[in-house]
């Protein structure tokens, strides 16, 4: 949320401070989103009874809405005064089609997109990653060597070299195998696991079903990465491996992205594909190396990993975890770990 604050209003909400305080964007962001989520699950008549009497979800929605809203027209109003190179400066500065700047509503609309797109899924999809990390140590493995091959060919064999600093962008590029076990990760626990698109003219679907203009298709994201009419008999199984094919003499791998242009939807498709995919899994690198570099994660006994409700699959208890401290040595495979201490990944 910090990081999608920054990139589109050039303003930090500190919400990851040391004291964890309660951002009031943030908590209303929050509130909004599951207050539309319950217009989709019941009847379309409940929810519009609720808006016309101004109660229950409705009078939280609208609450919520007017916090969101005022964030963004102060970081508008912000940006009128002090220009940046954030998102918003950028398209402050870009004009439509008849030459004329975006009116402020318009503005609203388009960083209100970039926060919603960019609230928690990456996020999200790190939890789970973790999680399927923990349960397969034999992957772990795999992504922690590779880790270790290249900061031993860019910083040398002395491990301390490797954890001085975050990852370069030409060092995170060469975790090939981390970004398939990351592409891996959101085809079974994709962040958005519910999509719809509007009908704009009347079409018919592969299996001949006919949708008129102006009706809406939603689609199941998670249930597309499961079916195993498009990934196989093993299409429950976690294995970064379908995402790699072998190129080079010495059997290096090279990530591929399916054939199919809309097998993967996780981060959308086609013309439309989001705008974020590369920041986001760069992002994911940087904090999985710096986490598994150091730990080694173990789940905590007794605490329940289950889905939450939600327009975003977050982890409904969170993800309790025991980190036991890794020791890294410069030559080839050396991982170990021991001591242990408790932390949580929400």
Known sequence: ???????????DPETLSVDLPENPFAIAFDSATEATLQRLMYPGLLWRLKKVFNIGTEWKLQKSLQVVENYITGALNARK??????????????????????????????????????????????????????????????????MSTVLRQTRGNDPAAWLENPLSFDEADKLVYLKA??????????????????????????????????????????????????????????????????VGPEGEFKFETPKEG????????????????????????????????????????????????????FMKNGLKVFLKPRQLKGGPGGVHANGAKVAMCA
């Open 81 to 146: 005064e002090s220009p940046s190179d954030d998102l918003l400066s950028r398209f402050m500065n870009k004009k439509d089609s008849n030459g004329n700047i975006l009116a402020d509503n318009v503005l609203k609309r388009i960083a209100l997109n970039f926060v919603l797109a960019g609230r928690d899924t990456s996020s999200v999809a790190l939890s789970w990653f973790f999680w399927l990390v923990m349960n397969h140590p034999e992957i772990e493995s795999k992504i922690v060597n590779e």
């Open 181 to 246: 076990a990351l592409a891996e990760t959101l085809r079974l626990y994709p962040s958005v696991p519910e999509d719809f698109k509007y009908v704009v003219n009347d079409d018919v679907l592969p299996d001949g079903t006919p949708v008129p203009a102006g009706s809406t298709v939603t689609y199941s994201i998670y249930s597309v990465g499961r079916m195993k009419t498009i990934w196989g008999e093993d299409c429950l199984e976690f294995r970064p491996e379908r995402w790699l094919s072998e």
């Open 1 to 11: 949320f910090d990081n999608i604050c920054g990139l589109t209003f050039g303003k």
């Open 262 to 313: 809309y097998k993967f939807v996780a981060f959308n498709a086609g013309p439309r594909t989001c705008l974020g995919k590369d920041l986001a899994y760069l992002q994911m690198k940087s904090v999985a190396s710096a986490v598994l570099l150091r730990y080694r994660l173990a789940p905590v006994p007794g605490h329940r990993v289950e889905q939450k409700m939600s327009l975003t699959l």
